[in-house]
């Protein structure tokens, strides 16, 4: 039979947590531009992303629905979800309902093109 401790030790993440700890460095570098920032600032504006969540250096982006993307290049997870990685930012915008169904996000129907670009652009958050 197993004491406490070995319970415990048996059910440590702790090449998880290592590994979230390291993506946490503030030094950590920038990811590469899955798309085009510029264009996915315009993106981001026009669908009212701002309604819901506060955006550094975005006029009228106060919502306090979601969480607020400052710093978001910086992030280790999105949404609490998904490791904070290109390919994973990129299906959380296109479609949040599928990662956690029910959440208060709605999927905007964008194109794979449109979410790669408001990507790039959350990575332009320091
Ligand atoms: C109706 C409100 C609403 C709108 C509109 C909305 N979001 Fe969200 N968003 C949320 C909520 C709520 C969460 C947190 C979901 C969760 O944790 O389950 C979230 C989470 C996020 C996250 C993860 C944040 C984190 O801290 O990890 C990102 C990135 C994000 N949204 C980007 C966007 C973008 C880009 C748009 C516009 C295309 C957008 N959201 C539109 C409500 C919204």
């Not at 990662?99 to 652009?121: C, F, K, T, W």
Request: aromatic residues 6%.
């Amino acid at each position: 039979m197993l004491d406490g401790t070995a319970v415990i030790r048996s059910l440590s993440p702790l090449p998880l947590l290592l590994a979230l700890a390291a993506c946490a460095q503030p030094d950590r570098p920038h990811w590469p531009v899955v798309g085009d920032a510029a264009s996915g600032r315009v993106w981001t504006e026009r669908m009212g992303c701002g309604s819901c969540h506060i955006i550094p250096g975005m006029e009228n982006a106060t919502g306090l629905v979601g969480p607020p993307l400052i710093h978001f290049s910086r992030r280790t997870m999105v949404a609490g979800y998904l490791p904070n990685t290109p390919p994973n930012l990129v299906r959380w915008i296109k479609e949040p309902q599928a990662v956690a169904p029910g959440n208060a996000m709605p999927n905007a129907g964008l194109s794979e093109g449109q979410a790669r670009d408001i990507a790039a652009y959350l990575y332009t958050l320091d």
